[in-house]
């Protein structure tokens, strides 16, 4: 079936080809990626629509000798397939398997991990001048999307690179889609190629970037010129890919973005102060529901979290209510803003914090687990998980009357209630809630996790092991007077949280400890102080062992 | 003197003058502000530059009514004057006194905080947009220079802008300097004017910046054309400031600033594979002593923290050692990249971490104080910070030869020694240091703090209290063994840092007790949970307590 990809085991076998070969190994590696790829939509669609832009460079370029790095890098399906990857792919984003993201420790043809957008021009750039200060004459070349171009660190890089001598090729891959379609001027007609010229930089355009030939042949050209460069081609994302019709029916228990989703829609019609920011995230953040209803109180600003989070605060200084929506991986790229724009004026913005925890497949550049960490040590802010989406609605709308910025954060993923859409309480700032009263062992929980304390609570009492389970709900401020009569009570205390132990959640129960003078024994179970790589959410939390299982074992070594 | 300025207490007065009066009422604003400040050279020039503009807005505008937001602030001094702060300004930047930045908790006129770079576009933006929802019809305007427009959440917000109907107005104040003479294609003759084009603004210059009467005019006009638009007006930095000779000799002892740029000067001399980069900081980094032997080993970025820390990736990746230079506080723009890029991969960049810890009359948004905390839970990086210039200058030397990122956060102002030149030593990583054995209490330093720590123990060992003393030299990985000696040995343990104690290093020491079971007395001493103002460094020292007299005290209440 794939009578020539079956043949590229390495870049080499393709460039044993003939040019005209190229438009058939296109349909081979389209095939072979629809076939192989069962899930995760927009990751396939990027990659669907560089098939012959992935091809023409291979076969142009000298590679892994010649450094080629794909901004974001969840197009490089077909770069994985043609460098080596072949008959692993279909273990792509599966625990033990390839990663769904370039990765120098999977591949010396993956020059530079990516992950998070806009990072490849400052990369390729480094490259450039690090290979030319070694007296190495390889090529460079990044590929770009138009909405990682909406990143102010690609716009950094360009200005930088614009008045370099280095001969760097970026390839701009105009698609017109960030994740939703794509935001902002640079998408007007002829405002791409005006902007890369203001910037000094040798502008050339392909209008078909489907047509392998003339890619191959215009990149072997580019190459070879000295000085910066950009190529602007145009193509269509998803590519050969069947239409799905998507379901819009809520998932039973939701999801926690369409709890959000709804929730804000709701709390919007009450309260018209309520506004909803994203980063370009309007339906991983679920913000179509309210976008359909109010779509002037919605504001996607493109893949710039800096500004989002900089706008939330001037929408706020002035008396709006801004929920700025941010995973809480990409969040890591506001935390300046989040200091000195929203935290320092103490404004009252609500970060609302996506795929806050392990995320799964995606994997270690993805999760997001360092939230709480930095977070905490920024004074003003207080930072909240609900349990479950009952909780997460109160603490949503809770948060419209704060005088302070607050932080939820919340995961990827269902919730475990089926009955969720009960009226609101306002809840009181930095309270915990008791679960279960027992003795010896207090376990100690924020988020969705202690539902997997629960579990375990329910599996030791069938042993006659009775432990407590509190709460917390909030790490900061931390309920003080509960954290007293829980230290009072028990010996031991086991902390729980879906994200790093250095410096999280349990190191304020640690500090609040030392500074009460209390000498409880004290583990914390959370994310270890090193990345963790890509698994099923369930293989993950086994994996650090804030499992059901693992946190029983760990009860049980200290009751 | 001051026959017009006299009489303006705010605004209101100022716009009962007649236009013709301008150029006197700048010719003494500008004789005010060289006259009462003494000190801070880059502050007062960039508040000269825009003497005229400051004028012309405040004529031109119904503020506070209307928004005027400065971005970074610094060129604020005459805005400050204008707005009711003549009679504080010899106050400015002195504790208690007026800050040297725009605060929105010090006068109505300071419609945002600012202090960090090319944040004001994303504010009025937010701002603008919250007026117009409650149907206000206030005008908004931001005022950026060239060199902030290199940031790049400038250009998140310019291209977001671009497709908003907002009536905004930005000024683009040209004046070639973002502290050090400004980078980047933008800088070229007609490419502001193209790139503001490119993004759909519609475009307006001024030739003179200087002509009051001319700008409060265009600027009268402008603010009543609806949509969003740019002034780009050229001014001279530091109009009418005498030129004063600067002193190139060596302070004795020396800022650490320059043990680094001339330690690491010395160091690329014997490793051809190190190289410099900083965002804007050439002169504030003292990378200047080796730009001036070594230019092309040297890359000023502009005001590109996150561009910086990747290219310094990029470069890293292909074997060259780059030690990027930031602030403590500007680094804060690069956390991301700093997780996703460098420690991911586990590039062995070098992060020469400058004003790190209180910095002074720099105040709030410049305490560079969060750095241990938000690094900590990074996996793969070293932190260490020395106690003196040999230290530092060790630790310069031992970077080179890690295979991890490190992070050498290094304070404002003077060292301790007078003779530092000393040769190298390679410094084992994660080793902490004796400085004094005593009994019963344990102060762990970390950093230039520990000078501190020495004063208070020979002032103890005069009243017979001998305690011991140890620098830690490494936040993380922290010297286990010696901590295991040390938690052993006394029954109290104090650590101390110029950093927030929530989730700094002193949190570091008690999380290895919890985990190793020790539960000796700890009291951390740094940063509480609140933002600092401006002060003198001892001011701020004092206040936080830990200055020699704060050690003493802390060491007898647990001795």
Do not use: P
């Given at each position: 079936m794939y009578s020539l990809l079956q043949h590229i085991d390495a870049p080499d076998d393709l460039r044993k080809?003939?040019?005209?070969d190229l438009p058939k190994v296109s349909d081979e590696l389209r095939d072979y990626i629809i076939t192989e790829v069962k899930e995760k939509e927009g990751h396939i669609k990027s990659s669907l629509g560089v098939v012959e832009l992935t091809i023409a460079l291979h076969y142009s370029l000298n590679t892994p000798h010649d450094v080629l790095i794909w901004d974001v890098?969840?197009?490089a399906y077909g770069h994985k397939i043609l460098t080596g990857r072949r008959k692993d792919f279909p273990t792509n984003r599966v625990k033990g398997g390839i990663s769904g993201f370039p990765r120098p420790a999977e591949s010396i043809y993956d020059a530079f991990a990516v992950?998070?957008?806009?990072?490849s021009i400052s990369a390729i750039m480094g490259a450039a001048i690090a290979d030319k200060a070694q007296g190495n004459t390889n090529k460079h070349v990044a590929v770009i999307g138009d909405g990682a171009l909406t990143g102010g660190m690609a716009f950094e890089a360009l200005n930088n690179l614009g008045t370099s001598d280095l001969d760097v090729l970026i390839i701009l891959n105009e698609n017109g889609y960030s994740i939703d379609q794509n935001i902002g001027a640079l998408k007007n007609k002829g405002a791409l190629k005006a902007y890369f010229q203001s910037l000094n930089l040798n502008y050339h355009g392909i209008e078909d970037g489907h047509n392998s030939v003339e890619l191959a042949n215009t990149i072997k050209k580019l190459v070879n010129q000295s000085g910066p460069k950009v190529l602007h081609i145009r193509t269509e994302r998803g590519k050969g890919y069947p239409e799905k019709q998507k379901s819009t029916a809520l998932a039973s228990p939701p999801r926690y973005q369409d709890v959000f989703g709804h929730t804000l829609l709701e709390l919007a019609k009450d309260n018209n102060k309520i506004v909803g920011i994203t980063p370009a995230m309007i339906t991983g953040s679920s913000l179509d529901v309210m976008q359909k209803e109010m779509p002037s109180r919605i504001f996607d600003t493109g893949i710039t979290e800096q500004h989002a989070v900089t706008l939330s605060a001037g929408m706020a200084s002035k008396g709006l209510v801004p929920y700025c929506t941010i995973y809480s991986t990409f969040l890591q790229r506001a935390y300046d803003q989040i200091v000195h724009d929203v935290a320092l004026q103490n404004l009252p913005v609500v970060f609302c914090i996506d795929r806050a925890g392990l995320v799964g497949a995606d994997g270690a550049t993805h999760h997001g687990v360092f939230d709480i960490a930095f977070l905490r040590s920024v004074p003003n802010i207080i930072i909240a998980s609900p349990i479950n989406e009952i909780a997460f609605r109160n603490l949503l709308y809770t948060?419209?009357?704060?005088n302070s910025p607050i932080a939820i954060r919340y995961p990827r993923g269902n919730g475990v209630l089926t009955d969720w859409q009960t009226p609101f309480d306002q809840l009181e700032i930095g309270k915990g809630v008791t679960i279960n009263e027992g003795k010896k062992v207090a376990v100690l929980s924020i988020g969705p996790v202690g539902n997997r304390v629960i579990e375990a609570t329910e599996v030791l009492q069938k042993e006659g092991i009775n432990i407590g389970h509190y709460d917390m709900q909030f790490a900061k401020p931390i309920d003080e007077a509960l954290l007293k009569d829980i230290l009072n009570k028990y010996d031991s205390i086991i902390t729980i949280e879906d994200g790093v132990i250095t410096g999280g959640f349990g190191s304020a129960v640690l500090e609040f400890m030392s500074e009460n003078g209390y000498q409880n024994k004290l583990k914390r179970l959370g994310v270890p102080d090193q990345f963790i790589e890509h698994g099923t959410r369930d293989e993950l939390f086994e994996l650090v062992g804030i499992d059901t299982p693992g946190i029983i074992k760990t009860v049980k070594a200290l009751y």
């Open positions: 080809l003939s040019l005209t890098g969840h197009q992950g998070h957008s806009s990072t948060a419209q009357f704060t």
